[in-house]
Structures are given as C-alpha cells and as structure tokens.
C-alpha cells in the first residue's frame, strides 16, 4: 500500500465520521479482521479496550454517538507512510449521563493493508477520560 493510500483511507475515515454517516458505511472501511485498541479504564466506556472484528468500529460509532455529545473535534494533522496513517489532534465531549466535559488531545494509529484498516489504536488522556466518566 502507499502513503497516498494510507493518507486517502484516514481521510475518507474522518469525512463520513464527519458528515455522520451510517455506521456501516464507516465499517466498510475496515478489515473483517480488525484489531481495536483504546487503551484506558475498561469498562468505563464500552469502546475503551481490547476488541477484534469489524463489529468493534460499528459499536463505537453507534454507541458513542448515544453517549456523547461531542463539543470539538480538531484534527491538527495527518502523516502516512506505506503502511500507517496517525491522526493527531484534540477533542471535547460532554458525557449524556453526567453533563461532564471530557478533553483530550489524541493520537489514531490506522494501519492498513489491502485497501483496508486492518488496526485502529488511538492514544489519549485515558486517565482524565476515566475520571470524568466515572462521575
């Protein structure tokens, strides 16, 4: 795969979570095989862990979008190489159940492999996460 590849599939992943597509459409982006990581407190959100298959990317868009509403999404940048494309930047949520605000800068980790994401690990302040969603 090439780094225009790479770069295209992290771009086309922000755009239809952007534009709040299906969370099929997002899915078909992904390897049936899919790796999913966030590291942090498990259990706390139900995307946070470790999780396999493509069903890990419909859960997280279906169920993030019925936790939280999200205040700000920045993206501050995207870098590619032949296999791997890093999304780096910041958000703001506010959790339904609470009205707690959780920040956070960000770092997605896509690998890719024919034509697909074949692993999704984002890197965050799982700490601050944590303690907001607990309450």
Known sequence: ???????????????????????????????????????????????????SGRAAITDFVRDSRALIEPIRFEVHDVLANDGRAVILGSLASKLKRNGKVMTTDFAIVLTVAKGKIVRFQMLEDSFAVSRVARG
């Open 1 to 51: 795969m090439s780094q225009n590849e790479a770069l295209h599939l992290a771009q086309e992943f922000l755009g239809r979570l952007g534009r709040g597509a299906e969370p099929a459409e997002i899915a078909g982006l992904f390897s049936e095989t899919l790796e999913w990581e966030i590291a942090g407190d498990d259990g706390v959100l139900p995307w946070i862990g470790h999780q």
